[in-house]
């Protein structure tokens, strides 16, 4: 698969393609799904699928700190959308000259002249241009003039509910860990590279491996029990905290995972967690004694979970 960052770096071999848009937040079973139907199209029409995606997110860019949690890191979108069989990912800066586009020049401009596009799925709520005043009515009309067709992808639903980026950002945070997997169609994993943190583990006999959200919030919070991948060709089990850390006065949400029973620097390394069970919600201490306690206790649940449970390799 081919990795495009900006309009700019577009190729005359990218003109003529099947194509969607959209965040692909957590890559869900609805996703998955408008890809399904984008290899077909694919197949029958003998073009490349492209998708495009924005980097912030549209509700980032709009909203800092209030935007919606971030379910999946661009790395991780391209995985899962590489694993799906996409030829082409063009990621766009969402900044304020690109926010300014209107539709008709985005449609035209982009999709028209630089991408040539034969086949657009795109969901039925897709807004898109300056002022969202694009919808799928105007691209169907601007698709019937150009010549390209523009289909609305149907809406999965689980026992009556729509599967949506929101349902598992809510399933998520109200520790309905399952009922995520099952929307996601995957367990939920959160990647990124290990920093150097403040060796606060370290100091009281649990070093762990740091990842910085930088700035970004993520829906999960507390204790969990992981899987932990990137070190080896199979994951490790560990015990993870994700939150702002009150006990030493952390400000930041912050992932710091301890791996069980091995000790291994992973700094600079990427790992990706995958989340398998909530041990308890995150607490202040009033002391890093009392810390210290909690943790051991902790890692033995961690450890009768693990001894009841297989591991299993879990892939994109």
């Given at each position: 698969?081919?990795?495009?960052?900006?309009?700019?770096?577009?190729?005359?071999?990218?003109?003529?393609?099947?194509?969607?848009?959209?965040?692909?937040?957590?890559?869900?079973?609805?996703?998955?799904?408008?890809?399904?139907?984008?290899?077909?199209?694919?197949?029958?029409?003998?073009?490349?699928?492209?998708?495009?995606?924005?980097?912030?997110?549209?509700?980032?860019?709009?909203?800092?700190?209030?935007?919606?949690?971030?379910?999946?890191?661009?790395?991780?979108?391209?995985?899962?959308?590489?694993?799906?069989?996409?030829?082409?990912?063009?990621?766009?800066?969402?900044?304020?000259?690109?926010?300014?586009?209107?539709?008709?020049?985005?449609?035209?401009?982009?999709?028209?002249?630089k991408l040539g596009v034969h086949f657009i799925g795109i969901g039925d709520d897709f807004r898109f241009g300056a002022r969202r005043q694009g919808d799928f009515d105007m691209l169907f009309n601007m698709g019937q003039q150009a010549g390209f067709e523009v289909i609305k992808t149907i809406t999965y639903t689980e026992g009556g509910r729509r599967i949506s980026s929101t349902a598992v950002r809510e399933a998520l945070k109200n520790d309905r860990l399952l009922e995520a997997e099952m929307l996601l169609g995957h367990p939920y994993r959160i990647s990124g590279r290990v920093i150097y943190g403040d060796a606060v583990?370290?100091?009281?006999?649990?070093?762990?491996?740091?990842?910085?959200?930088?700035?970004?919030?993520?829906?999960?919070?507390?204790?969990?029990?992981?899987?932990?991948?990137?070190?080896?060709?199979?994951?490790?089990?560990?015990?993870?905290?994700?939150?702002?850390?009150?006990?030493?006065?952390?400000?930041?949400?912050?992932?710091?995972?301890?791996?069980?029973?091995?000790?291994?620097?992973?700094?600079?390394?990427?790992?990706?967690?995958?989340?398998?069970?909530?041990?308890?919600?995150?607490?202040?201490?009033?002391?890093?004694?009392?810390?210290?306690?909690?943790?051991?206790?902790?890692?033995?649940?961690?450890?009768?979970?693990?001894?009841?449970?297989?591991?299993?390799?879990?892939?994109?």
């Amino acid at each position: 698969m081919e990795f495009i960052r900006g309009i700019y770096n577009l190729q005359p071999h990218h003109h003529g393609c099947i194509l969607t848009i959209g965040n692909f937040d957590g890559f869900h079973r609805g996703h998955q799904a408008i890809i399904a139907e984008l290899r077909a199209q694919s197949y029958s029409r003998g073009l490349q699928i492209i998708v495009v995606l924005f980097e912030p997110q549209p509700q980032e860019y709009f909203f800092g700190k209030d935007a919606p949690a971030r379910l999946t890191r661009l790395r991780d979108k391209i995985k899962y959308l590489e694993t799906a069989g996409v030829d082409v990912v063009l990621c766009i800066a969402f900044n304020k000259k690109f926010a300014s586009i209107n539709a008709h020049t985005f449609v035209y401009d982009l999709l028209i002249k630089k991408l040539g596009v034969h086949f657009i799925g795109i969901g039925d709520d897709f807004r898109f241009g300056a002022r969202r005043q694009g919808d799928f009515d105007m691209l169907f009309n601007m698709g019937q003039q150009a010549g390209f067709e523009v289909i609305k992808t149907i809406t999965y639903t689980e026992g009556g509910r729509r599967i949506s980026s929101t349902a598992v950002r809510e399933a998520l945070k109200n520790d309905r860990l399952l009922e995520a997997e099952m929307l996601l169609g995957h367990p939920y994993r959160i990647s990124g590279r290990v920093i150097y943190g403040d060796a606060v583990g370290r100091t009281i006999g649990f070093p762990t491996a740091n990842i910085s959200f930088q700035g970004r919030k993520t829906p999960i919070n507390g204790v969990y029990a992981v899987e932990v991948y990137g070190i080896s060709d199979r994951p490790f089990p560990g015990v993870m905290n994700i939150g702002t850390r009150p006990t030493v006065s952390g400000l930041c949400q912050r992932l710091d995972v301890h791996l069980l029973n091995m000790v291994i620097n992973l700094y600079g390394r990427h790992i990706e967690v995958v989340i398998c069970k909530k041990i308890r919600n995150e607490q202040q201490f009033a002391s890093l004694d009392a810390l210290k306690y909690q943790i051991i206790n902790d890692v033995q649940n961690v450890n009768n979970y693990f001894k009841l449970t297989t591991i299993h390799q879990h892939s994109y």
